[in-house]
């Protein structure tokens, strides 16, 4: 469990994103240049995902010299479009063993406008944890919170700042957060226990780049809190005609019923939390991401997959 609330952290109130719009200000719609770059990442794209240590800062700590790097096409879908909240579903497209497009659901990100009721991640990899955190009213003025999915619609990360439109550029920069281990390192490492990032996402005139400043954190009981490193992230998203897109099109026109279900769940599931927010990947002797591909594949009613996910839940 990681120790403490976020204010050792950073100095003022930060965390993952709100799930749900229960904390939105009622105040003037966000500008149109804000909800048109957000809008503006949709599409297809061919993604190169790239992550390299760039400092040792703990003791003894070696980089690892050799980065991460990965390619894809990835399909943006507008999942959800009201004046104050935007949802993005992102869709891999990856070759299948049959030679044919296999579809992966990716992450999601969830755009809600001067949001001031929040979630920042607190558990571990065992612990999947967040607490409630509030905004005032004028930390929250002109800013947009931005909650990352995992697969299962579960929280992931979040940060929160503002759009900028200047110099003919459109760029979103995040207050640094608290989030899990990253899918690429979580079951290969141990030597660190969360990351402190700061978010930047840029339009470009071919697509859009999102930029990640990472630091390692250790943080354990008995123990200072230490950043073992620093990392750079760069996503760069390339629009692209790619021919597999209508794949990931259709299979979205399949499921979206199915997943829009889930999210709702999880967002009214962070709403009713009073002080915390964490979830179980595994009970009844079924993993959560096997329960959900097996409903994603029979298509039970809403109520059902509100059953379903419950055990998995728990709210403090």
Not at 34 to 50: C, N, Y
Not at 120 to 133: A, L, Q, T
Not at 166 to 192: C, F, H, I, V
Request: glycine share 6%.
């Amino acid at each position: 469990m990681v120790r403490g609330v976020m204010h050792h952290l950073v100095p003022f109130t930060l965390s993952l994103a709100t799930l749900g719009c229960a904390g939105i200000l009622s105040a003037a719609e966000p500008p149109a240049k804000d909800r048109e770059a957000i809008l503006a990442m949709a599409g297809t794209h061919s993604v190169v995902f790239h992550f390299h240590e760039t400092a040792a800062v703990a003791p003894g700590y070696e980089i690892r010299k050799k980065p991460y790097e990965e390619t894809a096409t990835e399909v943006i879908q507008v999942v959800e479009d009201t004046p104050t909240r935007i949802a993005l579903q992102n869709l891999l497209v990856v070759p299948g063993e049959d030679g044919k497009p296999m579809v992966i659901k990716h992450w999601a990100q969830i755009w809600t406008w001067q949001d001031t009721e929040l979630l920042d991640y607190s558990g571990s990899e065992e612990d999947h944890e967040w607490e409630r955190v509030k905004l005032t009213p004028e930390q929250a003025k002109g800013t947009w919170s931005q909650l990352v999915t995992n697969i299962d619609d579960t929280p992931r990360y979040e940060g929160y700042g503002s759009w900028v439109h200047e110099n003919g550029a459109s760029y979103w920069q995040s207050q640094a957060t608290r989030r899990p281990l990253p899918r690429r390192e979580y079951s290969k490492r141990d030597d660190y226990d969360y990351l402190l990032v700061s978010n930047r996402h840029t339009l470009t005139p071919n697509g859009w780049i999102h930029e990640q400043d990472n630091r390692k954190i250790v943080d354990r009981e008995g123990e200072p809190v230490q950043t073992l490193c620093h990392e750079f992230g760069l996503n760069t998203y390339t629009r692209t005609e790619a021919k597999d897109a209508e794949a990931a099109l259709s299979w979205w026109r399949e499921n979206a019923g199915f997943w829009d279900v889930v999210r709702n769940f999880w967002i009214k599931s962070g709403e009713a939390a009073a002080s915390s927010f964490s979830y179980s990947s595994h009970e009844n002797g079924e993993g959560l991401n096997k329960l959900l591909a097996r409903m994603e594949k029979e298509k039970p009613s809403p109520d059902q997959v509100e059953q379903a996910l419950k055990p998995y839940l728990v709210i403090r």
